[in-house]
């Protein structure tokens, strides 16, 4: 999360990994973050709506869960 918030603050390009229905990649300027609704999601300034559970990676940062998944699955 620190990392989408610093991009939308520093108005900075999101490179996203994200695992719906197979692990597709999204890109782009964050306009808003909703984290007050029931499935919190972000917006990009193309328009294209993100739920923030469904993104394992950011700019090449991978979140820690999904890291461990692979990790301990691959053993």
């Given at each position: 999360m620190e990392i989408l918030i610093n991009c939308k603050e520093r108005k900075r390009n999101a490179a996203m990994l994200l695992d719906a229905k197979g692990m597709i990649r999204a890109e782009g300027l964050i306009r808003a973050i909703y984290l007050d609704v029931p499935k919190p999601y972000?917006?990009?300034e193309?328009?294209?709506k993100v739920i923030i559970k469904t993104i394992r990676a950011v700019n090449g940062y991978f979140s820690p869960s999904f890291s461990e998944y692979h990790v301990s699955r691959n053993r």
């Open positions: 972000l917006e990009l193309s328009g294209i």
